[in-house]
C-alpha cells in the first residue's frame, strides 16, 4: 500500500501544483539519513526557475501495525535534511498516541487526496505547506477573505473605526512622585 499512496500523492500533487511550475520526482536519492545511510527521499518536489525543493516521505496506515514505530525516526530524519520536507500521512489505522504525534508535529501533513485528485479538506495540510515553500498562497487564499477598505472612509493609521465614529481621544497617565527610595 505504500507506493500505492506514495503515487496517489504524487499524482495529486502533479495534477493541481504542475501549473506552477512543480515537477514531482519518485524515489530520489538525497543525502544521508541521521544513522548515515544513503537516503532516498519518495518524493522530491522541484520548481526548477528557482531552484526551490521539497522533500516527501510518504506513510500510509490502513490498520495497526510497525508504521507507528517508524514516525520518530522519520520525522528525525526530515530535520536533518538540508532542504524543507515533511512526513505526508494517510489513512486511519495510526495509534492514538502516534496520531496525536503526526498532528503536533511541524513537519507532518496529513494528506488522503481522492482517486480524481480533487482538492479537498483532506489535502489542506498538504496544499498549505507547498504553498508556504513555493509562495503559492493565491491557492490557499480565498479571495473573498481579501480585505477591502472602503476608500470614503478615513481610516486611522492605528486601526479600522466604525463609519461615523469619533477617533478616541490620548488616553492621559498619571506619573509617579518620585520618591527618595526607589
Not at 520518530?72 to 520536507?85: H, K, N, S, T, V
Not at 489513512?91 to 485528485?117: I, N
Not at 479538506?121 to 477598505?149: C, N, Q, Y
Amino acid at each position: 500500500m505504500g507506493d500505492e499512496y506514495r503515487d496517489r500523492v504524487a499524482g495529486y500533487i502533479d495534477t493541481n501544483f504542475r501549473r506552477f511550475g512543480l515537477d514531482v520526482f519518485v524515489e530520489v536519492m538525497f543525502g544521508k539519513t541521521v544513522i548515515g545511510k544513503n537516503r532516498r527521499v519518495d518524493l522530491l518536489v522541484l520548481r526548477e526557475r528557482d531552484q526551490v525543493a521539497f522533500a516527501i516521505e510518504c506513510k500510509f496506515q490502513q490498520s495497526s501495525g510497525t508504521t507507528d514505530e517508524k514516525i520518530p525516526y522519520a520525522l528525525a530524519d526530515l530535520d536533518a535534511m538540508w532542504i524543507e520536507g515533511a512526513l505526508v500521512y494517510g489513512g486511519t489505522g495510526w495509534s492514538s498516541g502516534v496520531l496525536h504525534t503526526l498532528q503536533a508535529a511541524r513537519r507532518a501533513v496529513r494528506c488522503d487526496p481522492p482517486a480524481e485528485f480533487a482538492r479537498t479538506s483532506d489535502t489542506l495540510e498538504l496544499d498549505h505547506a507547498l504553498a508556504a515553500v513555493f509562495g503559492l498562497w493565491s491557492v490557499i487564499l480565498p479571495r473573498s477573505k481579501m480585505l477591502r477598505a472602503d476608500p470614503q472612509l478615513a481610516l486611522p493609521s492605528a486601526g479600522f473605526a466604525r463609519p461615523g465614529a469619533a477617533p478616541k481621544p490620548a488616553r492621559r497617565t498619571r506619573r509617579r512622585k518620585k520618591t527618595g527610595e526607589e
